[in-house]
């Protein structure tokens, strides 16, 4: 997967008419897409201090989920897009620290009960509870599996602890998040 500038990115961005707040959150779904495999980036990016860190993540739900739905309707698949403000500190699924959603967002809902998140399926809106968490508290994972049904998952957890403290450290209460596909 490339790795991008800020610049990159920001110009990608705004070629797409998105906002460039001074302290967000960039999701790169990568083109490869091997599926339950954490191939995607996750940028933290701050440019009131000109700082930009980013970690290796998924952007898709594992093979589990994608096969045993939580949903009748279908895996939650995040939409590539931006939501603005959509997230804050809290705990996911009450237990573990996390970046927790609180505006809609727009999720595919994926059927066809492959192995892999997919293009096709029902868009809906709403609040669904895809937050952005770690896998493991305690070990690098390989494998998504069952550590997200449509979150937006580190596999690594000194990484994430550095993404909750890059976020706390920063003073804001909300997150805006954008998903770009790889370009």
């Known amino acids: 997967m490339k790795v991008y ?18 302290v967000h959150i960039v999701g790169i779904r990568s083109k490869e897409d091997k599926a339950d495999s954490f191939d995607d980036l996750l940028y933290f990016i701050d ?9 290796t993540c998924t952007t898709n739900a594992g093979q589990h989920w994608l096969q045993n739905f939580m949903n009748s309707k279908g895996c939650a698949v995040l939409e590539a897009g931006q939501y603005v403000n959509a ?28 192995a892999k998140a997919g293009n096709s399926g029902t868009l809906e809106s709403g609040l669904f509870g895809i937050n952005i968490h ?17 979150c937006q998952v580190l596999n690594n957890p000194k990484q994430f602890a550095e993404l909750m403290n890059l976020c706390k450290r920063s003073g804001k209460k909300f997150f805006t998040y954008t998903l770009l596909n790889e370009f």
């Not at 500038?5 to 001074?22: A, N, Y």
């Not at 440019?47 to 970690?55: C, H, L, Y």
């Open 47 to 55: 440019t009131s201090v000109k700082q930009a860190v980013f970690f």
């Open 87 to 114: 997230y804050t500190i809290g705990k996911h699924k009450g237990m573990f620290e996390a970046l927790v959603q609180v505006r809609p967002v727009i999720v595919k809902r994926d059927a066809d009960k492959d």
């Open 134 to 150: 770690q896998a493991s508290q305690t070990i690098t994972s390989t494998v998504i599996g069952k550590w997200s049904a449509g």
């Open 5 to 22: 500038s800020v610049e990159e990115l920001h110009s990608r961005m705004k070629s797409l008419g998105f906002e460039i707040p001074d």
